[in-house]
Structures are given as C-alpha cells and as structure tokens.
C-alpha cells in the first residue's frame, strides 16, 4: 500500500459498509479518469466507555477497534485496486483517530474531492443517506460525491447537471463538463428558470404575461451561460434543457438515464455558506445514482 503525499487527492470515507464499498469502486475509476492519487480514510471515533470494574475492557475494545480499521482499510485497498489495478502505486490508505465528521471535512481541505457512500453501517440508516454523509455534504470544503448503490448505470450514460445561474452552479456547470469529457459521454443542462412548477394554464394566451418572451428570454441566457463551457469543452455534446417548474423532479427524470447528477451546494434562494440548498438536499436523499454537490472553500 503506498504512501505519499499529494494536494489534488481524492479522498474516500470508507466504514466497511456495502456503500462505502461502492464508494471506493467509484472513486477508483473517477480518480484514474482524473489521474489523481486517491486515499482511502477510516476514521476511528474516540472511545466511550461507561465505567467497569474490568480495566482491561476498554483497552481490548481499542485493540478490537484497531483491527478492524486494519481489516477495514486492506479490504478497501483490494476493492480500489481491483477496479483501477494500473493505479497500484497511487492508491494509499489511513487510519485516523478522531470524531468522524471534523476529522473527514478537515481533510478535504486539501482534497479535490470528497467522496462518501450513501448509507452508513447501521440498520437504522437505510431508509435515508446516513448522519455521516448528510453531515459531510453541509461542511465539505471541495465537491463532495454521495455514492448511492441502487443501480449500475450504463457507462455510456450522460451526465446531468442542475444549473440556476449562481455561482455554485457555475462550479457544478464546470464539474460536470469535466466528468462527461473524460468519461466522453454527452451531459444534459438544465435549468429550471421558476421554482413554482407548471403554472396550468390552458395555452400561453391565459397567462398575465407573455410567458413566451420570458421563456425565449431564459433559454438565450441559459445559451450564454454555457457558451463558454462548450468552448473549453468542444468534445462534450450538450442537450440543453430548459423548463418552468421546480429543478428536483425534472433532475431525477433525467437521473432515470444518466450515469451521474452535478448539483450546486445551494441555489439562489439560499444564505450563502449556510446551509445545503434544498434542491441539492432533495437530490441527494432521493437519487439511486452517484450526485457530486459542487462545494469550495
């Protein structure tokens, strides 16, 4: 296993579960595609311990701990070589003692992206994405990948990318052009210019406003936004997309056929920095494909 140091690494939370095993899988290849090192972290949380007239109890349990990383981390190893096995050299492990959540979001300071499998080990976590992972997608300091293990989607798949036109969607405009050259797959642009859904008028000719010239208006904007995109990005079909009704629906029925959804942290609605939006929210609880939150700093 090597060890090395690197400031463009792709870091992996890895627990042992089945999703932090899909995690891995997906970071191998993503990291190849990148060229990049990956590192695979098992955090280990600091011991609790009710009292106990067995003093030896708490040092067994922190040696059980240490070999179970230790299993946890060689396996991980396998599973990542096994689906890069060219990348040998640029796969490293750690075992870090620590509270998980801090421990993983300051490592990601150095990270060009953070990935994490959806669900955690525990039962109680698989009906939503885990407490570790719901956690890591408000304080990331890099795009973060949530791995779902749902489906297998096709590798010749597009990529889908949610874009409103704040800065965050820029840096996700910017992730997904990226990924779907290197994966040399087409990407599908949407932009959803309303969150208020379909209005329901019986034609155009109902509505208060012409809502053609808004419409004409959004889809030249949307034109220009990814203008320079398709520039940087000549090989990457794009399929712009542009509708009136709320982004999250619209994104999962594109998720049906893609291989990877890109969302920004939060959209135009949201305090900057505060909070996840809820649109990257709702994408990341729902979708049974891979989704990368365009996180920085």
């Known amino acids: 296993m090597a060890a090395f140091e690197s400031e463009a690494e792709i870091v992996v939370g890895i627990d042992g579960s089945c999703a932090s095993a899909t995690a891995v899988r997906w970071a191998a290849h993503d990291a190849a595609l990148r060229d990049r090192a990956l590192r695979l972290v098992h955090v280990v949380p600091p011991i609790v311990m009710p009292r106990t007239p067995w003093p030896e109890l708490p040092v067994a349990y922190a040696r059980c701990a240490e070999e179970r990383a230790q299993h946890i981390t060689a396996r991980a190893y396998a599973s990542a070589l096994d689906a890069a096995p060219q990348r040998a050299s640029s796969i490293a492990t750690q075992i870090v003692h620590g509270p998980v959540v801090p421990t993983l979001a300051a490592m990601s300071k150095q990270a060009e992206m953070l990935v994490v499998g959806c669900l955690g080990e525990t039962a109680a976590s698989r009906a939503l994405i885990g407490s570790i992972s719901s956690a890591l997608v408000h304080r990331a300091h890099c795009p973060i990948a949530v791995i779902h293990g749902e489906q297998r989607p096709s590798p010749k798949a597009p990529v889908v990318v949610g874009i409103d036109g704040s800065e965050e969607s820029a840096l996700a405009a910017a992730i997904a052009f990226d990924e779907a050259s290197r994966r040399d797959v087409g990407l599908v642009a949407l932009h959803a210019w ?104």
Not at 195 to 223: C, N, T, Y
Not at 241 to 249: L, S
């Open 194 to 297: 309303s969150d208020m859904g379909p209005l329901g008028f019986p034609d155009f000719s109902w509505a208060p406003i012409d809502w053609r010239d808004v419409e004409e208006h959004e889809e030249k904007e949307f034109a220009a936004f990814l203008a320079p995109f398709r520039d940087q990005f000549p090989d990457v079909p794009v399929h712009p997309v542009v509708v009136c009704d709320g982004p999250v629906n619209r994104l999962l029925e594109q998720a049906d056929a893609a291989q990877l959804i890109v969302v920004g942290s939060h959209g135009r609605g949201g305090v900057a920095g505060a909070l996840l939006g809820s649109v990257s929210t709702a994408v990341v609880q729902s979708a049974q494909i891979p989704v990368i939150v365009a996180r920085q700093g």
